[in-house]
């Protein structure tokens, strides 16, 4: 990867060689850190982090769910994150902010331990093909919404994500879909999903799944545009009766779905899909003063 002269830990910069934590750091061993990946554009009036305020929030709330006694204020890390930017002179690229608990404990209850914030950025480049992604059903399911707090973006949880992309391995697909306990559509490893039938946009209800913010911002989008929207339970084989479908996510943005296993999406890229991934487009970039809300410069 390529890396940036800083990181921001704890209020202050260290170089990027220098942050380094312990082996016998809690969350190396058990997962509980919490994270977010968030997105820097360069737009007309600088560069600008998309819903940034948003991402720190749930930031703040994952680290709630794991009991974590957090310095930071939501402000104090908005601006951390705007700081650590323009200390890289970074432009455009991506943002990943990390709380962890940094003791060197090896007991699970870690409630006197302390707690580090970690901000780090670096440019990233495009995450999948733009022409459409051919993805396989994973044989993994999601994990169940009653076992942890599903909507809280927790380090841990992503190992199942990593034995889901792990499956693709010596295939030609470029993605993984899973279901949950149920059988009913979930999302992708780490990028929501959406599908559209007769220009109505379905996507999986809440409850097994992260809803991330590009979804969030998918579903305004789609509202504006006067698209319907419905947030269902969806099986496969809803999926395969739609015409377009498309992933979305901080990474992947919006990205046509070429393929689900051997079924072949008739508009690929649809229509629907191109329009909202032109406009989501147009959005990050700052044209849209309308949405210029969900944009917070580097002045």
């Given at each position: 990867?390529?890396t940036t002269?800083?990181?921001w830990?704890n209020?202050?910069?260290v170089?990027w060689?220098q942050?380094?934590t312990?082996?016998l750091t809690s969350?190396?061993?058990y997962?509980?850190?919490?994270?977010e990946g968030?997105?820097?554009?360069?737009t007309?009036?600088?560069?600008a982090?998309?819903r940034?305020r948003?991402?720190?929030?749930?930031?703040?709330?994952?680290?709630?769910?794991?009991?974590m006694?957090?310095r930071?204020?939501?402000?104090?890390?908005c601006?951390?994150?705007l700081?650590?930017?323009?200390e890289?002179?970074?432009?455009?690229g991506?943002?990943r902010?990390?709380i962890y608990f940094?003791e060197?404990d090896?007991?699970?209850d870690?409630k006197r331990?302390k707690?580090?914030?970690?901000?780090a950025?670096w440019p990233?480049?495009?995450?999948f093909?733009?022409e459409?992604?051919?993805?396989?059903?994973?044989?993994?399911?999601?994990i169940?919404p009653?076992?942890?707090?599903?909507?809280?973006?927790?380090s841990g949880?992503?190992v199942n994500s990593?034995?889901?992309?792990?499956e693709l391995?010596?295939?030609?697909y470029?993605?993984?879909?899973l279901?949950?306990?149920?059988?009913?559509?979930a999302?992708?490893?780490?990028?929501n999903?959406f599908c559209?039938k007769?220009?109505v946009l379905l996507?999986?209800?809440?409850g097994?799944i992260?809803?991330?913010?590009t979804?969030n911002?998918?579903?305004?989008l789609?509202?504006d545009l006067?698209?319907?929207t419905?947030?269902?339970k969806l099986?496969?084989?809803?999926l395969f009766?739609?015409?377009?479908?498309?992933?979305?996510?901080?990474?992947?943005?919006?990205?046509?779905i070429?393929?689900?296993d051997?079924h072949?999406?008739?508009?690929a890229p649809g229509p629907?899909?191109?329009?909202l991934r032109?406009?989501?487009?147009e959005?990050?970039?700052?044209r849209l003063s309308q949405?210029?809300?969900?944009?917070s410069?580097c002045?």
């Open positions: 990867m390529e002269p800083w990181i830990r209020g202050a910069f170089p060689e942050a380094q312990h082996l969350t190396l061993h997962g509980a850190g919490v994270f968030v997105r820097c554009y360069l007309n009036q600088g560069a982090v998309f940034l948003d991402h720190m929030e749930r930031l703040l709330y994952s680290a709630g769910v794991l009991k006694e957090v930071f204020t939501l402000d104090e890390l601006t951390a994150v700081e650590t930017l323009k890289n002179g970074m432009k455009a991506y943002i902010p990390l940094s060197q090896m007991g699970f870690p331990d707690v580090d914030v970690v901000i950025c990233w480049a495009e995450y093909p733009a459409g992604v051919r993805v396989k059903l994973s044989s993994y399911r999601r169940h009653q076992s942890t707090v599903i909507d809280a973006k927790i949880h992503y990593i034995l889901a992309i792990q391995r010596g295939t030609d470029d993605e993984s879909l279901l949950d306990h149920e059988g009913y559509v999302e992708g490893a780490v990028e999903i559209v007769d220009r996507t999986p209800q809440k097994s992260l809803p991330g913010i979804r911002t998918i579903l305004r789609a509202h006067g698209y319907e419905r947030e269902m099986l496969p084989e809803d009766s739609a015409q377009e479908a498309f992933f979305t996510g901080t990474l992947a943005e919006v990205v046509p070429a393929s689900v051997a072949v999406f008739p508009l629907v899909t191109q329009h032109r406009t989501y487009g959005l990050v970039a700052g949405y210029h809300s969900y944009l410069f002045h």
